[in-house]
């Protein structure tokens, strides 16, 4: 059984930074690839950003340069550091394994980060 636990969400002014954790247990999560989500109000959850179990990386555009996403395999830890937030920014953040973003399986709970001044 797969559990997915986000946490590091916040309220932070734009150009404020945040780091984001997702702990993972129950699957081989060394072997599989991950990723983090985002939904804003109203809209479709998206992709921003994904890992490889090698460490390659792909980021959506809009979050290019500035937001980083790496994993512990050790820790079942996926991160994502958030650097020059923008009110745009705002959502709640999952991760996951690297999955369509319309996936209508298991999801964790999620994290919000509120970028506002």
């Known amino acids: 059984q797969v559990q997915l636990v986000e946490s590091g969400g916040g309220l932070v002014q734009p150009g404020g930074s945040l780091r984001l954790s997702c702990v993972a247990s129950?699957?081989?999560?060394?072997?599989?690839?991950m990723a983090w989500y985002r939904q804003a109000p109203g809209k479709q959850r998206d992709l921003v950003a994904g890992?490889?179990?090698?460490?390659?990386?792909d980021y959506a555009d809009s979050v290019k340069g500035r937001f980083t996403i790496s994993r512990d395999n050790a820790k079942n830890t996926v991160y994502l550091q958030m650097n020059s937030l923008k009110p745009e920014d705002t959502a709640v953040y999952y991760c996951?394994?690297?999955?369509?973003?319309?996936?209508?399986?298991?999801w964790g709970q999620g994290t919000q980060v509120t970028v506002s001044s």
């Open positions: 890992i490889t179990r090698g460490g390659s990386t």
């Open positions: 129950g699957s081989r999560f060394g072997i599989r690839p």
């Open positions: 996951n394994f690297r999955v369509d973003p319309s996936y209508q399986g298991y």
